[in-house]
């Protein structure tokens, strides 16, 4: 069976809406244009849809000079267009265990942000991701990553999702749509392997571009707000919990770091597994190298 790419999606403002591609570059940091922007509040501290769950209905589009934002639930309020800010301009800002600077948006999108989210808000750009590295307990030296949680890509498959919805119906008490894989928020989505074959993938070709998975991933709340609603439920947790269950946490999809960046995957392109563990372990989990507190 021939495993592809089925999904290139990238996200913007981190915790907004993302947008599916057809083809993105690779770049040490993630795809190109992924998670460059974020909304942080007065004290830097990164706001994400966990907290704001409506952040998930606001739609983010690259423009050639920066940024076009709308939020179709605030009534009488018009995009907002602003354009990349002079990185010469940065605050500190906080993502996790991360602290890095950014640079500032300004006073135009910090009220339209403070509008919609209805707390006050102010809204960045990571001019330089060389700034922010990956966790030492899991990346090498020089990994780079955007405003991402933790890792450049993740990884899902339409296969593991088959399975998943499949543990979600049986247990349901009355009939539900599938869970759709937006939940998931992943950057690719790959079809025709294994139902969660690719937590056992160590080294992965995309197209020409080759990647390290160098850890799963722990899923959250965040997994449980409806994308197109904003509504929150119990689902997938609570399945994830009794099929995908390691170490006390849930686990779906594998975070990648790129060993080719400059490189560009398209949807359509073969997926070839380079480097496997033997089947059954579950996600990677236990740090690789040098662990340390504060792991992202």
């Known amino acids: 069976m021939t495993t592809t790419l089925t999904t290139v999606r990238r996200y913007p403002v981190k915790s907004l809406r993302g947008e599916d591609l057809e083809s993105a570059m690779v770049e040490p940091c ?25 952040m998930l209905l606001i739609t983010p589009e690259l423009t050639e000079t920066g940024l076009r934002v709308v939020a ?50 102010r809204l960045v750009h990571l001019d330089d991701p060389t700034r922010r590295p990956t966790s030492p307990d899991f990346g090498d030296d020089g ?48 079809a025709g392997a294994e139902a969660w074959a690719e937590e056992d993938w160590r080294r992965v070709r995309i197209g020409e571009a080759t990647f390290r998975a160098v850890k799963g991933c722990a899923r959250c709340v965040m997994t449980t707000i409806d994308p197109d609603t904003a509504a929150r439920e119990k689902e997938p947790i609570a399945t994830l919990a009794r099929v995908r269950r390691f170490d006390r946490q849930t686990w779906f999809g594998t975070n990648l770091v790129p ?36 792991a992202h």
């Open 143 to 190: 990994d780079v990553v955007s405003f991402a949680d933790g890792y450049p890509l993740l990884l899902t498959s339409e296969d593991s999702l088959a399975a998943l919805n499949e543990s979600v119906l049986d247990a349901a008490s009355e009939e539900r749509e599938p869970l759709p894989m937006l939940r998931f928020r992943p950057n690719v989505v790959v």
């Open 30 to 54: 993630g795809l190109s244009g992924d998670r460059r922007w974020m909304v942080v509040d007065a004290a830097g501290t990164a706001i994400t849809a966990r907290e704001i769950n409506r």
């Open 259 to 294: 060993d080719t960046p400059g490189v560009t995957i398209r949807v359509g392109d073969d997926v070839e597994v380079l480097e496997a563990a033997e089947p059954g372990g579950g996600p990677i989990r236990t740090p690789t190298r040098n662990p340390v507190a504060g």
């Open 72 to 121: 179709p639930f605030a009534t009488g309020l018009e995009p907002l267009e602003v354009s990349t800010p002079d990185p010469g301009l940065r605050i500190p800002v906080t993502l996790w265990s991360s602290q890095l600077t950014a640079a500032v948006a300004g006073a135009e999108a910090d009220e339209w942000f403070s509008r919609v989210l209805g707390v006050e808000a």
